[in-house]
């Protein structure tokens, strides 16, 4: 087993209009890693940023729009930094993941089984049913066509996953939107990394989302998903 302290853990949260949940998330995450945290704003304007600075938890800003744009921000942050993680957790600000659960993804890492591990919320009964029609869909079209084009099985595209930061960097990553996640399992699985899924409770979450909650966001995030399996194996070198 890897001996990895707590103040070597970051944890990436990108949020958009999230003050009804940030504080949340951040309570449930246990305490030992808060020093970790890294809340990424994307453009809020509901006193999302003013919960966080009250909680006194590291933010970071990212004009840019779009979930993959705000995740880069954070790595960016990351980089910048004189004391580098050992493995950074992306979790979302939404409070649909259980962030007390973030020692079962840690887990298979600190005991050198993983590289890369991914929160399944599909393995349980009840996060399957939280989670949208179109976006059981959604994962399910995706999952496929990775395992035929790649040969490697996922069960979903959960945004609640760890990653060894030189791991994470040698990804390359440069989605800026709604490919974000299954860009890095496909560069996972190119790059040879070791990756476990294990499963996790999911709720829906709280407010509306921004893909799933529309029709111009799911048609949106279904087509970059797409687009980026297609990228990824026919654009770019395996």
Known sequence: ?????????????????????????????????????????NGSTDGTQDAVLKAKITLVREPRKGYGSACLR???????????????????????????????LLDPIRNNEADFVIGSRTRYPAGRS?????????????????QWCWHATFTDLGPFRAIRYQSLMNLQMQDQTFGWTVEMQIRAVKKGLRIREVAVSYRQRIGKSKISGTVKGTALAGYKILSTIFKEKFLLPE
């Open 1 to 41: 087993m890897m001996v990895i302290k707590a103040c070597q853990i970051a944890i990436i949260i990108p949020v958009l209009n999230e003050a009804q949940s940030i504080i949340k998330v951040i309570q449930d995450l246990p305490v030992r890693y808060h020093q970790g945290i890294v809340v990424v704003d």
């Open 74 to 104: 954070g790595m960016d942050h990351l980089a910048k930094q004189k004391e580098k993680p050992e493995i950074v957790v992306f979790l979302d600000g939404d409070y649909s993941d259980y962030p007390h659960e973030i020692d079962l």
């Open 130 to 146: 939280a989670l949208t029609p179109q976006a059981r869909f959604g994962n399910r079209l995706a999952t496929k066509l990775i």
